[in-house]
């Protein structure tokens, strides 16, 4: 029997992590494991996932900064497709890195890390720099419209530094609330 392992890449924000599932390439094409209980559960995390979400984005988009308050959701999410620009801001209140944000490369058909972990209490949000991209995601509790919050993308308290100008936006995204808003 073949051993299989996921490699897992910390990032500044504690909880946070990228993950890179293991890839195997044939003369058929590519296999590589979206979920599987044992390498996440070996990696550290075990959910029971609620609901799994599939967002196709155009080029040069941008999508969140999301997040539920207060019933916040754990997520895992996979590049299906394509690449993307990953960001998320620490929103837990009792964190070292309360306030600040990372950002990742994650792709799908590279050696970058195909998923990112995002504990509770962490907004999200991507942008397709690159061309399109297709991205499945696990959440832990289920959407709740009325606890859902909409960070501002271009909160200059936040300053990220997007890679794409004039970014195509959801009008809900277009009027995201200021960081101090939403920690308030």
Not at 42 to 70: K, V
Not at 114 to 129: R, V
Request: aromatic share 8%; no cysteine.
């Amino acid at each position: 029997m073949r051993l299989i392992w996921m490699d897992t890449l910390p990032t500044k924000l504690p909880g946070v992590m990228l993950l890179k599932p293991p890839r195997f390439d044939d003369e058929r094409g590519a296999f590589r494991p979206i979920f599987a209980n044992r390498l996440h559960a070996e990696a550290g995390y075990t959910h029971e996932w609620a609901e799994m979400n599939l967002s196709h984005t155009r080029q040069n988009s941008i999508r969140g900064l999301h997040l539920q308050d207060p019933e916040s959701q754990a997520k895992l999410i996979t590049v299906i497709s394509g690449r993307i620009f990953d960001v998320a801001v620490d929103l837990r209140k009792d964190s070292p890195t309360f306030g600040q944000w990372d950002s990742f490369e994650l792709g799908a058909e590279s050696d970058l890390p195909s998923q990112i972990y995002l504990p509770e209490g962490i907004a999200h949000g991507l942008a397709t720099p690159h061309g399109e991209a297709t991205i499945a995601y696990l959440v832990s509790r289920p959407w709740n419209p009325a606890t859902e919050k909409v960070l501002a993308w271009d909160d200059p308290d936040l300053g990220i530094d997007w890679p794409v100008d004039n970014p195509s936006l959801s009008p809900r995204d277009a009027a995201g609330m200021a960081f101090e808003e939403v920690i308030g």
